[in-house]
């Protein structure tokens, strides 16, 4: 994993790339942050705008100093108030885990996430928070899937079973 925070300016403020973490972790990571900034959304949003817009979206490349990375993993860091002071961008797993890790960096230092203003649709408005359903952990989902193919795999089993022991003790 490999993490950056950027102020309000896109100006760089931390960075930290885990041992052994490949290559191009500090551009992946900045380019995140700054496309979050850039168009003021996480940005998996940014993504989701460049499929929409596509044209808006070149020319909004072209404008921007840096290029932008059109994954998940950049979130707004914002104060309680909403103000937008920085953004961090989060790389070197699923999106998903990367917006979670993200957003859970933000927490850890008593700021907000766009997320945590999703309870207050007039607040979202005022700052141009666009909701999104909240990343849910790949893992988890996995694990859940296969439970439930375990349980039904079982149940299948245990019901041949009992059908054949029936059978067998029949008149």
């Known amino acids: 994993m490999s993490a950056i925070i950027l102020d309000a300016g896109g100006r760089v403020k931390a960075f930290q790339k885990q041992d052994n973490a490949s290559m191009l972790r500090f551009e992946v990571c900045y380019s995140k942050a700054y496309a979050s900034l850039a168009l003021g959304r996480p940005s998996k949003l940014v993504l989701q705008k460049a499929n929409e817009k596509p044209l808006f979206m070149q020319s909004i490349d072209n404008l921007a100093d840096y290029p932008l990375f059109l994954e998940g993993g950049g979130q707004l860091i914002r104060d309680r108030d909403g ?20 957003i859970a ?3 850890a230092v008593g700021l907000c996430a766009d997320s945590d203003f999703f309870h207050a649709p007039e607040m979202m408005r005022i700052l141009s928070i666009h ?18 193919a375990a349980l039904a795999h079982g149940a299948g089993n245990g019901r041949a079973k009992s059908r054949s022991h029936a059978a067998k003790s029949g008149p």
Do not use: F, W, Y
């Not at 937008?84 to 999106?95: H, P, R, Y």
């Not at 909701?131 to 439930?148: C, V, Y």
């Open 83 to 102: 103000e937008v002071v920085g953004a961090v961008g989060v790389t070197g797993d699923a999106n998903e885990m990367d917006d979670i890790c993200a």
């Open 105 to 107: 960096g933000i927490h």
């Open 131 to 148: 909701k999104a359903p909240l990343p849910k952990d790949p893992r988890k989902l996995a694990r859940q899937s296969s439970k439930r």
